[in-house]
């Protein structure tokens, strides 16, 4: 069996979402993963929800130099992308995540990050990427329009960032790393 990366799985979950819960998706996953109880305020479903009162408006995107900020959200719907979220918001969503404040049942979690029996298995699990450096194995996702999310069980550190240029991701992804390393060496959490 092998692995590759493709939003399709996430489209189709999105579907399921939908039929079991018999909500739209942006309701359920609100709802369902708890985004106000946590505090994850600054959120939205792009075109399926109205931006949150008083949130910071969208920052323009840019692919080299073509300007992207206005290219239909329809390209990057249902489950498969679409949600806007602050860096910030990234950031608390997947601390909770991690310490167990998202899902009822502990195993989820732990099913979330078990490894595979399929080629590269060690670098995919559920949902999330797997990478060792340091000695020690994070857990990260990004997204293809420059944002990447980056989680430390040993620290237990959450960071989370945004480019507007997705050229400069490769840095932005370079300083998240070097920010959860600094804390290992300090011996700190946040």
Do not use: C
């Not at 709802?31 to 109205?50: H, K, P, Q």
């Not at 490769?170 to 300090?186: C, H, K, M, P, T």
């Amino acid at each position: 069996m092998e692995f590759s990366y493709s939003d399709d799985g996430y489209i189709l979950l999105g579907n399921i979402i939908e039929r079991i819960t018999g909500k739209s998706l942006a309701s359920a996953v609100r709802e369902e993963l708890g985004f106000s109880r946590i505090g994850v305020l600054d959120t939205w479903w792009e075109i399926l929800e109205e931006p949150p009162a008083g949130v910071v408006p969208r920052t323009r995107q840019w692919i080299g130099n073509r300007e992207v900020t206005n290219v239909h959200a329809s390209v990057d719907l249902f489950g498969g992308g679409g949600l806007l979220m602050s860096a910030r918001d990234m950031a608390i969503f997947w601390k909770a995540l991690f310490e167990g404040k998202i899902f009822a049942q502990p195993g989820t979690l732990d099913e979330m990050l078990r490894q595979g029996s399929h080629k590269d298995s060690d670098r995919y699990r559920l949902g999330m990427f797997a990478e060792q450096f340091n000695g020690r194995t994070f857990y990260w996702h990004s997204g293809f329009w420059g944002t990447y999310a980056l989680y430390d069980p040993a620290t237990r550190t959450a960071v989370a960032g945004v480019t507007t240029q997705q050229l400069a991701f490769r840095d932005l992804v370079a300083i998240a790393r070097r920010q959860v390393q600094g804390l290992e060496s300090q011996g700190t959490e946040h």
